[in-house]
């Protein structure tokens, strides 16, 4: 993985060190290993706890940031006990804590460091920051800091030849009971298509035959009805239709999706029994730019478009609203976007509003586009409602 060029100081963002330290003091073009020139320095001095913000400058590459490390060339005064543990990195407007580790002998200029790890999306917004703060003094303690600079370490941008296109939906609703279920597939098919089924029966008990052709790629099972994911490249003899048997006669509701130009999926599916009427999101752990995600629901009750989705980085697209029963009430409904190809690649999955107070289960799809290489391998779901992590 690539690593910034060093990202300097470009901003003072607060005074916590008294006004007289601006970043011009800490901004040169020395870096580790290499000694500081020590001709000008922030510095602090006291006995109480004080925090400097320094804005940096922004990278120009772009991927999926993974960690970043804080080098500090810096001076502890010989008759001080005070000391600066406490450490923070913002990048897309998040802070993480560490530790600075390394640190000189009282009385003698050094290089330390500190590294966070973790995804914190694209490099193109980072805005990076960084905190120090001086603790622990009990009598006035000096600190002087020569250099400090921030490197990032990323996953840089694959290039793809193509991206998947979502070619078309069906959906097929059967309110009645019954064992052979004929579900719609999109029109269009031809070979070389990616076909995806999100089947949904009522009742937990018996079974659901796979389709012949196709496969499962995601089963689950909560106390109240049953959800299948089958998945097939299209011959393109398909058809319209195809046949979906269970062992009891129940009722069901099936989405179907085309996708063209695409080279692989990702699955990962959750089951929620919680009595909450929002429900998390499956995680798909996977950085492709050009990626298309798809995240599809079941459960008994109807279900709400999620009102936080202009909350998020990427547009999502509605594909296909509510289609319930009055009974049974067994629902599905999907969402896909393509992903931010200059952003790091992130998408956010949302809670889906769920009117009824029982259990549900959520698939999160990642279909990656032709020939990627290079950089990372896909998409980031992650659950968010009202613009924060859950």
Known sequence: ??????????????????????????????????????????????????????????????????????WVYLKFDSNSDGDISAVRIRLNGVWRSGTLTGKPSSGAW???SCTVTGEYG????????????????TIDGEVYVDVAYLEITYDAMPTLSGAPVIQGVAVTYFSANQTTHSVN?????TSGDLLLLW???????GTITTPSGWSIAVSTITATDQSILF??????????????????????????YRISGWSEVVYASTTVTSTMPYFPPATVATETAGTIAVTMFSGQGAVAEPTELSNGPIAWTVALGNSADS????????????????????VYSFPWRYSANTSGRLV????HGTAPSGGGSGVRFVNVRGGADQ
């Open 1 to 70: 993985m690539p690593t910034t060029s060093p990202l300097r100081p470009n901003a003072t963002l607060n005074s916590g060190w008294g006004g007289s330290n601006p970043f011009t003091l800490i901004d040169d073009a020395t870096t580790q290993p290499t000694a500081g020139g020590t001709s000008d320095y922030a510095f602090y001095s006291g006995d109480t706890s004080a925090a400097q913000q320094y804005g940096c400058a922004s990278p120009t590459a772009t991927g999926l940031i993974t960690s970043a490390k804080l």
């Open 110 to 112: 050094g290089w330390a």
């Open 122 to 137: 694209g490099l193109s917004s980072s805005a990076p920051a960084f905190e120090l703060t001086y603790t622990g003094a």
């Open 185 to 189: 597939l999109p029109a269009g098919i």
């Open 199 to 205: 089947f949904n029966k009522d009742g937990t008990t």
């Open 231 to 256: 998945s097939k490249t299209a011959s393109g003899s398909e058809g319209t239709t195809v046949s979906v048997t269970t062992s009891i006669s129940e009722s069901s509701t099936c989405i179907a």
């Open 327 to 346: 009974g049974n009430t067994v629902a599905a409904y999907s969402q896909a976007a393509t992903v931010n190809a200059t952003e790091g690649y992130e």
């Open 364 to 367: 999160s799809v990642a279909v």
